[in-house]
């Protein structure tokens, strides 16, 4: 090892075990959560740079490399991991002086820097990067999403009690100090990261459903299985995987039970606590006592479920294709297939010249969730343009 990495190497086990520095200008700081494109959004300091970025508890803090190199951050060395898809990716670290959230800094924050303009739309979704879980310890988190609010504090005795809250235990391993908790399925019992980057209730690791006590609680009746790529993360564009969608009848987190819970499986492990739980629950992270709080949102009305579209949409390789498809779904009886590229969708042509309009056109797929009002869709597959119709009279026809 030569002399320079030798010191790289120090400096960076020694910021990686050092405890970051907090001060706080207010007993509680309070911060407004945007909710776009299904993603928590929240603006922050990182040294003289203010801007927004994504807040995302399964995931380190990660700096654009633009701005990692305006700032003139000190590299202290490189990590090579696996993104959400299982893809190996390599990204520097780097020290942050001082990350500020609202009344709340942080000082010698290690961060990750990665070129996010070298991810397909990442500089769409993530145009300055990640605030992430290793700012979590030596303090209390609430994420409540019925306020938009992010509310930070010294101690959980500062922040007000919620009625309906439970204790479970919280479990950290090490840097980036992620929020993992135990979970539940009839006898099984193993942990999972609570991931506020990942949109699903559970995202359950696939193995674990072939598991005679977790099988037992699935509703077979809500099965529903197809094929397609779970979206883009920092490796790029995920592969094409098998895909189940389920409801499980009963989940335990800690002592508190979860009934007819949303599940879909991932291909890597471990199983993720998703956003989607934070659309019924406030959610406290206490790192000072090891503990997660659960609160039951007040009621609300509930709102009419619209029928599962089965297929998805997304931006790939700057055109418009169908990236998801389920079996024996409307779509797929239509004819619509994986891959079909998509022209038009009710008459219009979704705008896909420049890389801003493709931005766009994503966002608006991912923020408007209408997918089931389409009526037809016409695509260019083999050399040929077609008219999916996607009604109660099914057809396919050329045009």
Same mark, same amino acid.
């Given at each position: 090892?030569?002399?320079?990495?030798?010191? $790289?190497t120090e400096l960076l086990r020694d910021a990686l075990s050092?405890?970051? +520095?907090?001060?706080?200008?207010?007993?509680?700081?309070?911060? &407004?959560?945007?909710?776009?494109?299904?993603?928590?959004?929240?603006?922050?300091?990182?040294?003289?740079?203010?801007?927004?970025?994504?807040?995302?508890?399964?995931?380190?803090?990660?700096?654009?490399?633009?701005?990692?190199?305006?700032?003139?951050?000190? %590299?202290?060395?490189?990590?090579?991991?696996?993104?959400?898809?299982?893809?190996?990716?390599?990204?520097?670290?780097?020290?942050?002086?001082?990350?500020?959230?609202?009344?709340?800094?942080?000082?010698?924050?290690?961060?990750?820097?990665?070129?996010?303009?070298?991810?397909?739309?990442?500089?769409?979704?993530?145009?300055?990067?990640?605030?992430?879980?290793?700012?979590?310890?030596?303090?209390?988190?609430?994420?409540?999403?019925?306020?938009?609010?992010?509310?930070?504090?010294?101690?959980?005795?500062?922040?007000?009690?919620?009625?309906?809250?439970?204790?479970?235990?919280?479990?950290?391993?090490?840097? &980036?100090?992620?929020?993992?908790?135990?979970?539940?399925?009839?006898?099984?019992?193993?942990?999972?990261?609570?991931?506020?980057?990942?949109?699903?209730?559970?995202?359950?690791?696939? &193995?674990?459903?072939?598991?005679?006590?977790?099988?037992?609680?699935? @509703?077979?009746?809500?099965? +529903?299985?197809?094929?397609?790529?779970?979206?883009?993360?920092?490796?790029?564009?995920? @592969?094409?995987? &098998?895909?189940?969608?389920?409801?499980?009848?009963?989940?335990?987190?800690?002592?508190?039970?979860?009934?007819?819970?949303?599940?879909?499986?991932?291909?890597?492990?471990?199983?993720?606590?998703?956003?989607?739980?934070?659309?019924?629950?406030?959610?406290?992270?206490?790192?000072?006592?090891?503990?997660?709080?659960?609160?039951?949102?007040?009621?609300?009305?509930?709102?009419?479920?619209?029928?599962?579209?089965?297929?998805?949409?997304?931006?790939?390789?700057? +055109?418009?294709?169908?990236?998801? %498809?389920?079996?024996?779904?409307?779509?797929?009886?239509?004819?619509?297939?994986?891959?079909? $590229?998509?022209?038009? *969708?009710?008459g219009s042509s979704p705008p896909m010249s420049t890389s801003?309009?493709?931005?766009?056109?994503?966002?608006?797929?991912?923020?408007?969730?209408?997918?089931?009002?389409?009526?037809?869709?016409?695509?260019?597959?083999?050399?040929?343009?077609?008219? *999916?119709?996607?009604?109660? $009279?099914?057809?396919?026809?050329?045009?």
């Amino acid at each position: 090892m030569g002399v320079k990495a030798q010191v $790289e190497t120090e400096l960076l086990r020694d910021a990686l075990s050092k405890p970051i +520095k907090i001060e706080r200008d207010e007993v509680v700081t309070s911060i &407004p959560l945007q909710i776009r494109s299904g993603m928590l959004h929240l603006t922050a300091s990182i040294n003289d740079f203010t801007g927004e970025f994504v807040f995302d508890t399964g995931s380190p803090t990660v700096i654009d490399q633009t701005i990692a190199e305006k700032l003139n951050l000190k %590299i202290l060395g490189e990590n090579t991991g696996l993104d959400s898809n299982g893809r190996e990716v390599t990204m520097k670290i780097a020290l942050a002086e001082k990350i500020t959230l609202g009344g709340t800094s942080f000082y010698d924050v290690p961060v990750m820097v990665h070129d996010y303009g070298g991810v397909p739309l990442g500089k769409c979704y993530l145009p300055n990067g990640v605030i992430g879980s290793e700012l979590l310890p030596g303090g209390v988190w609430r994420i409540d999403l019925s306020n938009h609010s992010l509310k930070m504090a010294a101690n959980v005795e500062q922040l007000q009690f919620l009625s309906g809250s439970k204790k479970i235990p919280l479990h950290s391993f090490g840097y &980036p100090y992620p929020p993992i908790i135990g979970y539940s399925i009839g006898r099984f019992t193993d942990k999972a990261l609570f991931d506020t980057g990942n949109a699903s209730e559970i995202s359950l690791f696939e &193995p674990i459903v072939d598991d005679k006590w977790v099988s037992n609680e699935i @509703d077979r009746g809500t099965i +529903k299985v197809g094929r397609g790529r779970l979206g883009t993360s920092a490796g790029g564009i995920g @592969d094409i995987v &098998p895909l189940k969608n389920f409801q499980i009848k009963s989940l335990g987190l800690g002592n508190y039970e979860l009934e007819n819970v949303n599940v879909t499986t991932r291909a890597n492990p471990p199983t993720l606590v998703g956003r989607g739980l934070l659309s019924s629950h406030i959610v406290t992270l206490d790192y000072v006592n090891a503990d997660f709080w659960l609160s039951p949102m007040p009621i609300v009305e509930p709102q009419a479920k619209e029928d599962a579209p089965g297929f998805a949409l997304s931006v790939t390789d700057d +055109k418009l294709e169908v990236t998801q %498809i389920f079996e024996s779904s409307r779509a797929e009886r239509a004819g619509l297939m994986l891959g079909d $590229e998509v022209v038009e *969708i009710d008459g219009s042509s979704p705008p896909m010249s420049t890389s801003d309009q493709q931005c766009q056109t994503s966002r608006q797929l991912s923020e408007q969730r209408n997918l089931s009002s389409i009526k037809k869709i016409k695509i260019f597959r083999n050399g040929e343009f077609m008219v *999916i119709v996607l009604d109660e $009279e099914l057809e396919v026809s050329e045009g």
